[in-house]
């Protein structure tokens, strides 16, 4: 959370929605915040904030309780790849063009494998989601620009289970992005995403 400090000179950021001056709610190390009076999300760069359209995912597999809606962004994107390896490139063009939204972890967690990682599935799946009204979304941690760089390695580590990535680099061109609650539901120490049914940890 944002503090002031007067000697510093900085400037004293209070936590309110810019549009409705709401209290928002937040944790140390969020970044963007989202107001339910508005349904719209905030990032905070700087001392100023930028509006996220923020969508909130219905849950497409059955569990018992209710979910804690936890932040992704998502792109969609249009993927341009490079290579000097022109053979390399034209294989990797038959596929890596399927790769129209990514998806990448807003939360953050403990390091952990990319194999596990929540965004690399979604995207993996090139995820579609029913949209539902829903009010409460927890911390997001991570930047846009930050998530972005992270989504290039997604797509690249993608692309690398079919061919090999040495000197390729990607160019992502996104066409749109929002930031997604999607469902989690809690059991013991684990979460399993209301999407796909996987058990994560998340700390
Ligand atoms: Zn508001």
Known sequence: MPQADAQ??????????????????????????????????????????????????LPQCSRQGTPVYLPLWCFSVAP???????FKLTRINQFGFA?????????SRQATSLRLDIGLLYTNAQLEFETVQYNTLRGCSRYRKDALQFAKIIVLAL??????????????????WNLVGFPFYKEGIAYYDGILGKKFYID
């Open 80 to 86: 341009e790849f490079q290579s000097k390896n022109r």
């Open 99 to 107: 790769f129209r939204k990514v998806y990448v972890e807003g939360f």
């Open 8 to 57: 510093a000179g900085l400037q004293v950021i209070p936590l309110k929605c810019p549009r409705c001056k709401t209290q928002l709610n937040a944790e140390d190390r969020d970044v963007v915040y989202y107001c339910a009076q508005c349904r719209e999300g905030f990032e905070l760069a700087g001392n100023k904030f930028f509006p996220v359209q923020v969508r909130f995912a």
């Open 159 to 176: 692309i690398d289970q079919k061919v090999d990535i040495t000197g390729v680099d990607v160019q992502l061109n996104v066409q749109d």
